[in-house]
């Protein structure tokens, strides 16, 4: 897998590499160091993509406000929560594996499942795990105060599994664990129905919030220090503000970009059907905007596009990324594939390759196509044999590391702004992102500059990385 880009949320992607590790807590409308401590303490593993790592900010909030405290190892935990993913059935493994685990640490720990896979497997982990005493899917998030309490009062068997809901996850406090980039969520849930995928499933239906509850956490972001900020939905550019003020996505970001102290603004992850001129137009006209879009293609040929009900073709795909083409910034711009998809011939991924050098892109998580329970492609014949699928992922990986490499040769000599978020003591080099969100590796005189904004000419390029040197 390229990885570039650290920002998959359609389908699986990493954690973000490089950040420092320090964890900052963001105050809301409540100072939770008022909130007498309850004597107990938690434990969140996160699996899965960014929005799912948000989800957990957002529960060690309502956890801290009831008086827990957080700790970093699972041994001194007496509440362990997984948040989970199953968008691939790796990830959904691994979760019964360390459920499996924790299997004689009850009852000195309460076990809770949240998330996708909660959702997914429902009450059915109950009796697979019966160590467990909690399992809530993400669409049942704002009943989790509620849900605790019966928890904290000895009950076994609490779930929260509803998925008709319009409400949205709402915190008075997020624990932010990224020192250098926040992150708010704007939409939840989905109303596509691609046919390979879990998510409308497991996280509901598509609820936006309110711009004002956007933007006044926006600003509370920005007077704690925070200069950038990730907007994230499954389909984040599908966002309708719900309250009178009825702003677009675009009304949002404009707004979101003018905050004061908000310097940097992303978004993903955006679904080409919703992705429409006038956000080129805004990120080409507001600095503030990042110059990047991670766009997910799946596939390049139309045919298994409406196979997987994507709702595009190639050439309608092709057309969105001629404008960024187009546009007077130049744009980053990554996305998502899968090959393998049933039915997909020898021709279909030879189209998948090609869209590839017609985009031009700078990062591509690419996954092997694999079946997942309550999705229609499960039914779908002519499924592509495993050693296939490895061929083809092999093939489109080294394809797409040509391009970047190409790509990023190109940009030696140029000189970019990089916020600053880790720092590599062995190299003696700092690292960063730019505003098109690439990794930038570079030396420095100075001694400390994590969260600074700097200048950085390139001297050296890889698929992965550009590299060079603080302009002092
Ligand atoms: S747009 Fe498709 S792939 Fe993305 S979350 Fe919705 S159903 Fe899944």
Redesign the pocket.
Same mark, same amino acid.
């Given at each position: 897998m390229s990885k570039t880009f650290d920002i998959g949320i359609? #389908?699986l992607a990493g954690k973000p590499q490089a950040a420092p590790q320090a964890s900052s807590e963001e105050a809301g409308a409540r100072d939770v160091s008022t909130i007498p401590p309850n004597g107990k303490s938690f434990y969140i593993e996160t699996f899965g993509c960014q929005m799912n790592a948000h989800d957990s900010e957002k529960v060690a909030g309502v956890l801290l406000e009831r008086g827990y405290r957080a700790v970093d190892s699972l041994m001194h935990a007496d509440l362990v929560l997984y948040n989970t993913c199953s968008i691939r059935e790796k990830a959904a493994q691994k979760v019964f594996s360390r459920l499996g685990e924790m299997r004689y640490a009850a009852p000195r720990k309460v076990i809770g499942v949240l998330g996708c896979l909660a959702q997914q497997e429902g009450e059915e982990i109950f009796e697979r795990a019966p160590w467990v005493s909690l399992v809530c899917g993400s669409a049942s998030y704002r009943r989790l105060p509620e849900l605790m309490a019966q928890v904290e009062e000895g009950g076994r068997r609490v779930s929260g599994l509803d998925l008709d809901t319009e409400e949205t996850f709402e915190t008075e406090f997020t624990r932010r664990d990224n020192p250098i980039r926040a992150y708010i969520t704007i939409i939840e849930g /989905?109303d %596509?129905?691609?046919s %390979? /995928?879990v998510? @409308?499933h497991t996280r509901g239906p598509e609820r936006s919030r309110a711009s004002d509850a956007v933007l006044g956490e926006a600003r509370r972001l920005a007077d704690h220090g925070y200069s950038e900020i990730q907007l994230l939905g499954?389909?984040v550019n599908s966002y309708r503000d719900p309250s009178p003020r009825g702003l677009d996505f675009v009304g949002l970001l404009r707004e979101v970009a003018a905050v004061e102290g908000i310097r940097r603004v992303r978004f993903t #992850?955006s679904?080409p059907n919703d992705f429409h001129r006038a956000i080129v137009e805004a990120i080409d006209e507001i600095p503030a905007l990042c110059d990047h879009v991670h766009l @997910?293609v799946q596939s390049g040929s139309t045919p298994i596009l409406r196979a997987m009900r994507?709702t595009y073709t190639r050439d309608e795909y092709l057309e969105k990324i001629s404008w960024i083409h187009a546009a007077r910034r130049a744009f980053s711009i990554t996305s998502d594939v899968i090959v393998g998809f049933p039915g997909e011939t020898e021709q279909d991924f030879e189209e998948t390759l090609t869209l590839l050098d017609a985009v031009g892109y700078d990062g591509v998580f690419s996954f092997k196509y694999s079946p997942r329970p309550n999705t229609a492609a499960t039914a779908m014949p002519d499924a592509v044999l495993e050693e296939e699928k490895s061929r083809r992922l092999a093939i489109l990986m080294e394809r797409q590391r040509q391009i970047q490499i190409a790509r990023n040769e190109k940009l030696v000599g140029a000189t970019f702004e990089v916020l600053v978020d880790g720092r590599h003591e062995s190299r003696d080099q700092w690292s960063g992102r730019t505003s098109g969100n690439r990794l930038v590796n570079f030396t420095s005189p100075r001694q400390s500059l994590l969260g600074e904004y700097v200048q950085v000419r390139i001297t050296r390029a890889s698929a992965n990385s550009i590299a060079g040197e603080q302009v002092i």
């Open positions: 359609e #389908t /989905c %596509y129905a691609c %390979y /995928c998510v @409308p499954q389909t #992850t679904h @997910p994507r």
